[in-house]
């Protein structure tokens, strides 16, 4: 669980108060501003409010947190704020919504009228569901559910990527280079922007004078440029800081590029770099990557949980990746960026399920306390009965009927090797899996045969986390076995994107003829054959 208590201004709630927590983020110059929605779907503000991003109707400063009715019972799915502040969120339901700053029009509504209270922006995305929000100093841009781009507000260095340097009153389509591409991610630094798209390509727009457009050179682009040091990489999550950028690859690759004057291009040094720079190649894969506007501060997190942090640390300047003792980037933003504002929307599990989690998670594998055993490659598991019926369809059909099962003390599993059945009932009691991607695969058969899809998902997840050229043809071929669509498009896609390193493995030419034939097939609809 990620604690908000970490930020300075939520140690005003009371611990019951913290305990409603849902989703939360901290922002303003002086990270003196925060909004947080509670599990009932209610939506509070406090703090200094400059420029009215409180949106409480009002310019006065609270500490007592204000509910905003406006937006109660709304699920907010992306939030991003801005320097002056001004604050633009989407909801589940694709509705965009604004408020505070708004002197080059970054609301999006033709004025430069102060936004007192949140309005929803409507100009030019009638019809168009947004899915992703993100603000630089005095810019916005939003992401559709058909992968359109829309930017507006300030364009002093054509950071709106219209061609022209005059600002922009309204949302308005950014085309160019994205015209016909599909994007799914965008990310603005403090006069920049950048957009990621399906394949994996990068474009940015907008200022360039430290190189974090990353097209190597230091000019302004007025549209979008695609950055062709990344030719060849998927990317798969682009961030921005002030005036830098990371970008995490589908193989957990890290580059860096941009500003760097408090080495947070994690390069060693203090020297900017006009193109994208391999970071971390010694380290474990990375997993996810984390920079803000309003900070010179980088951080990443790789597959075992280890979290880095690099760039203005508490006025340090830390030029290589530090390991730090955190268990997400989150808190590296709490406790070492300047000013301590959060990186993205953060989301908190109820402190109700934990306490839980942890309870059951004291007794697995007790003897003590058991009152069952299952016997795996001649090794015991103990587990509790009561547990399995409350958590698992299959134990509640197998000890509520005539098995012979529900009258053994021991029960004998020869179908799964027992890293993977001792994985399947830890995760009866704790909600999580810990296994290679090679062992998932294991578990995901067993998952399929016993009908129990979130742990289904899990397993993905962990496969996907851990997909490489030597094994990503195994991980598809596995996908296809037990009919799980998602990783199967996934795997098949990464398969795609690296389709020369792929067709030269040993996994690659040990599957049977059948199945050779239909990925060949499926590659060449796809376009992975043309020249």
């Not at 941009?258 to 971390?280: C, D, E, R």
């Not at 894969?285 to 790789?302: D, F, G, L, P, W």
């Not at 994985?423 to 009866?428: D, E, G, Y």
Request: with cysteine.
């Amino acid at each position: 669980m990620v604690d908000v208590s970490k930020w300075p201004l939520f140690c005003l709630l009371s611990a019951e108060e913290v305990a409603m927590v849902r989703q939360a983020c901290v922002f303003g110059t002086s990270a003196n501003e925060a909004i947080y929605i509670t599990h009932d779907r209610e939506v509070f503000v406090f703090g200094l409010n400059c420029s009215s991003c409180l949106g409480t109707g009002d310019s006065l400063s609270t500490i007592v947190p204000k509910k905003l009715d406006f937006l109660q019972g709304k699920k907010i799915v992306s939030l991003s704020y801005g320097s002056g502040p001004h604050i633009i969120l989407a909801t589940e339901d694709g509705l965009i919504f604004a408020w505070g700053h708004n002197g080059y029009s970054q609301l999006g509504n033709g004025t430069t009228n102060q936004g007192l209270s949140p309005v929803l922006v409507t100009a030019n995305l009638q019809n168009k569901k947004v899915k992703e929000v993100s603000c630089g100093s005095h810019h916005s841009m939003a992401l559709t559910q058909d992968g359109e781009v829309f930017a507006w507000g300030y364009n002093n260095c054509g950071q709106v990527g219209s061609g022209s340097t005059a600002n922009q009153p309204y949302p308005r389509k950014v085309t160019s280079c994205l015209q016909g591409k599909t994007a799914v991610g965008i990310t603005c630094g403090q006069t920049s922007s950048m957009a990621l798209v399906d394949n994996g390509e990068v474009y940015g727009w907008g200022y360039n004078g430290n190189g974090q457009l990353g097209i190597g050179n230091n000019g302004n682009q007025l549209t979008p440029c695609r950055l062709a040091t990344l030719q060849g990489l998927c990317i798969q999550q682009v961030v921005s800081g002030y005036g830098h950028c990371l970008a995490l690859t589908d193989e957990g690759l890290l580059y860096a590029w941009g500003a760097n004057t408090y080495g947070q291009l994690g390069t060693g040094n203090k020297s900017n770099n006009l193109s994208p720079v391999q970071i971390m190649a010694d380290k474990e894969r990375i997993v996810e990557v984390a920079a803000c506007h309003s900070t010179h501060t980088s951080a990443a997190k790789n597959q075992s949980g280890q979290v880095y942090m690099w760039g203005q640390c508490r006025g340090q300047a830390i030029v290589l990746p530090h390991l730090t003792h955190f268990t997400n980037t989150d808190d590296v933003f709490a406790c070492f960026a300047t000013p301590a504002v959060m990186w993205r929307l953060m989301s908190m599990e109820p402190d109700d399920f934990l306490t839980v989690s942890e309870a059951l998670r004291k007794e697995f594998d007790s003897p003590e306390t058991s009152d069952l055993k299952f016997s795996v490659d001649g090794k015991c598991i103990h587990v509790h009965k009561a547990v399995l019926k409350i958590r698992c369809e299959h134990f509640r059909s197998m000890f509520r009927s005539q098995w012979t099962e529900d009258h053994q003390d021991v029960i004998e599993i020869d179908q799964f090797s027992y890293p993977v059945y001792r994985s399947f009932l830890q995760f009866l009691y704790t909600d999580t899996v810990d296994l290679p991607p090679e062992d998932a695969i294991g578990l995901l058969d067993l998952a399929t045969s016993y009908c129990e899809n979130r742990l289904k998902r899990l397993c993905q997840q962990i496969i996907k986390r851990g997909i490489t050229i030597e094994n990503a043809f195994t991980l598809l071929s596995a996908a296809i076995r037990y009919d799980a669509e998602d990783l199967e498009e996934f795997c098949f896609r990464f398969c795609v994107n690296h389709l020369t390193q792929v067709t030269q493995t040993g996994a690659f030419w040990q599957v049977d003829g059948a199945m050779l034939k239909e990925f060949i097939s499926r590659a060449s609809r796809c376009g992975a054959f043309k020249n």
